[in-house]
């Protein structure tokens, strides 16, 4: 099943630029470079198609891991639907678009589960939170600042675990089996991110 080729529904492509009308073949490449910001944006039909090229895999593996038969394939297809129509809203300074797909996923998978079952009941509404006065926010900006340079001085194998672990939201089952990995070695490797992560944060903090 992973061999077949990937289209978007019609309905859900934008009045804005044209995708190639033939199927892409998923090859699935998560190693390779992320296509143009701008060019996605400008929905060009040749960086999709690579975006759809790199991700489909570990998407479609992600998605079997937590719905059933076809409900997987059907999960993959609006995730990259809903990405094309949205990507206008994909900040690339707060994580790669990669995370941001698995993100987008895993809304997706969670409203499908929820529809499939039986005994739903709405959630209770959450307590609104505080509002953070002047002195908090300036403190929160300060520390944001200081993490971000923390995080771009990682590696990209350890910005991309951290961002699909924390932007993403994935656990650390579903970042195996997006990632092709066994959960021990990404626990391991999740731990040794987190590890060289702090230690540039105190650097950069002085603590």
């Known amino acids: 099943m992973l061999d077949e080729p990937l289209t978007v529904p019609n309905d859900a492509r934008p ?13 699935g490449d998560p190693a390779g470079t992320p296509p143009d910001h701008a060019a996605l944006l400008a929905r060009d039909p ?12 570990g998407l479609h593996a992600l998605a079997s ?13 609006e995730t ?5 129509v949205g ?15 698995y993100g987008i996923l895993r809304n997706v998978v969670l409203e499908q589960r929820r529809r ?8 209770a509404a959450p307590l609104p939170a505080p509002e953070p006065g002047p002195l908090q926010q300036l403190l929160a900006a300060e ?5 971000r340079e ?22 650390t089952s579903e970042l195996a089996a997006a990632l092709g990995r066994r959960e021990g070695a990404v626990r391991m490797a999740q731990s040794r991110a987190l590890a060289r992560l702090r230690r540039r944060w105190e650097e950069a903090t002085g603590d």
């Open 80 to 84: 990259l639907a809903r990405a094309l």
């Open 116 to 123: 499939s079952a039986r005994d739903a009941t709405p959630p």
């Open 150 to 171: 923390a995080f771009d001085g990682l590696s990209p194998a350890d910005r991309e675990l951290l961002e699909l672990r924390v932007v993403g939201g994935l656990s």
């Open 46 to 57: 040749e960086a999709w198609a690579q975006l759809y090229q790199q991700c489909f895999r």
């Open 143 to 147: 520390r944001d600042a200081q993490l």
């Open 65 to 77: 891991r937590r719905l059933p038969g076809g409900a997987a394939e059907d999960a993959v297809s």
């Open 87 to 101: 990507i206008g809203r994909f900040d690339p300074d707060s994580g790669s678009v990669s995370a941001w797909l």
């Open 15 to 27: 009045a804005v630029g044209r995708l190639p009308t033939a199927p892409v073949p998923a090859t």
